[in-house]
């Protein structure tokens, strides 16, 4: 990537590990919460790393960047997280340049969820960059990728049906209960943990079941308060979760947690309980398996339900990569200008140079020397002559680097890169 002056580093990246390698357990070794993320940010400034988005969610964790070598990123996040080299080696990726682009196109327009169509990743996406420009970690090539992704996504979402209908993981779990869970809408629901994946869930019970049993808990009551008055539920404090567990016949868990929230020694009650547990790492101890009248489902298993909904999406998916391909290539033109930036930046300066010496010599010779008319009309030209030099450097059938190293031995300039 140094040829377009972007950046000290060799290459851009993409490295993790997702779904498709990784299950679980291994995902839950690797996820990054907000401090893990944040210690990760601030090891890779002391690293002298110049651009990466931290990305990590039930599906995936993902590092994009600029290094000289990949190691330098799969290194930041196991100094980060549980997981060991030799596990990432075993089921990660790693994509370079054009693939590492083409990747993060990928997975910001859902075509690399778990669930075809999930767009749940792009807010991440969107934080994640915010995060990194706030601590001085995203550089011109990474905002405008992270841009060019989003304006994909959203096309993607408006012009095609490949997210018709819910697509989430939220979404796979009100649908199992549906096909799993007989007189849904008078069964006892408890929902334990509202952040993002929590509030989803709890719309959709709420849309889909017509349940007015559920209830809700969180660490932070206040949290909880907030969608309870939304949708009219129920809330009770984290001291109560035994008691209600054992009012329950569905539990679903999305804490958060960086380890199990939920086993078997605060599940007291015999009756049934169907538990579905939406988090990566894993929140409840698979210890409550054991118990004989306690099924535990996870996300793996929810994102494995596939049904016409799902495969009706499939047929879109021509369409969405079109929409990518398109967007990538205005994003690809906008880095081959990047290659010549730093000439037309040093020319610009020059011809500067020329017109503020040539304007000092009039001033001297004329008296009623007009300065303002003169500024204006040498400024103008200098625009012409940069911009004619810009569209030649653009054209297909010219060869940028001889071109842009006669305009540098003619005009006797000095670039400065990575701008």
């Known amino acids: 990537m140094q040829k377009y002056n972007i950046s000290r580093s060799n290459s ?60 330098q990123l799969i290194q930041l996040l196991c100094n980060n997280t549980s997981g060991t080299v030799e596990e990432f080696q075993k089921v990660a990726y790693i994509y370079k340049n054009n693939d590492a682009i ?67 993981v939220s979404f796979a779990s009100v649908q199992y209960i549906f096909n799993t869970v007989e007189d849904i809408k008078n069964k006892n629901i408890l929902l334990f943990g509202t952040g993002k994946i929590g509030r989803n869930t709890c719309e959709n019970l709420v849309k889909h079941t017509k349940n007015e049993h559920i209830t809700l808990i969180n660490r932070t009551k206040d949290k ?54 939406l988090s990566i790492p894993k929140n409840v101890n698979a210890n409550v398996e054991s118990l004989e009248n306690v099924s535990l489902v996870h996300l793996d298993d929810l994102s494995k339900i596939t049904d016409k909904t799902l495969e009706d999406r499939k047929k879109h998916i021509p369409f969405a990569e079109a929409i990518i391909e398109e967007v ?48 204006a009309i040498s400024k103008n ?10 569209h030649h450097l653009k054209d297909d059938a010219v060869s940028t680097d001889e071109s842009l190293e006669l305009i540098k031995k003619v005009f006797q300039l000095e670039t400065k890169t990575h701008v």
């Open 12 to 71: 851009f990246y993409a490295i993790g590990l997702s779904y498709k390698k990784a299950d679980a357990d291994i995902r839950g070794r690797f996820s990054l919460d907000d401090t893990s993320k944040l210690a990760l940010i601030n090891e890779a400034k002391e690293n002298d790393v110049e651009s990466l988005v931290v990305t990590s969610t039930c599906n995936r964790t993902e590092i994009y960047g600029f290094a000289q070598h990949p190691f």
């Open 102 to 168: 083409a990747h993060m196109f990928r997975v910001g327009s859902g075509l690399d969820s778990q669930i075809l169509g999930d767009f749940e990743i792009i807010s991440q996406l969107k934080t994640s960059a915010r995060i990194s420009k706030k601590h001085g970690l995203l550089n011109n090539f990474t905002e405008r990728l992270v841009n060019a992704v989003i304006q994909a996504s959203k096309r993607i979402k408006t012009e095609t049906e490949i997210s018709s209908g819910a697509t989430s």
């Open 224 to 277: 909880a308060e907030q969608i309870a008055g939304k949708f009219n539920l129920v809330v009770k404090d984290y001291s109560n979760l035994q008691e209600e567990i054992s009012k329950s016949d569905i539990l679903i868990v999305a804490t958060g947690a960086q380890r199990p929230t939920v086993d078997k020694e605060i599940i007291q009650s015999k009756k049934p309980l169907l538990i579905l547990d």
């Open 328 to 375: 990538k290539a205005e994003f690809n033109d906008w880095l081959e200008t990047r290659k010549f930036a730093p000439t037309i930046k040093a020319l610009k300066n020059k011809l500067q140079d020329f017109a503020s010496s040539e304007l000092e010599t009039q001033r001297k010779k004329n008296a009623d020397f007009n300065e303002a008319q003169a500024e």
């Open 381 to 390: 030209i200098i625009q012409k002559i940069t911009n004619h030099f810009a």
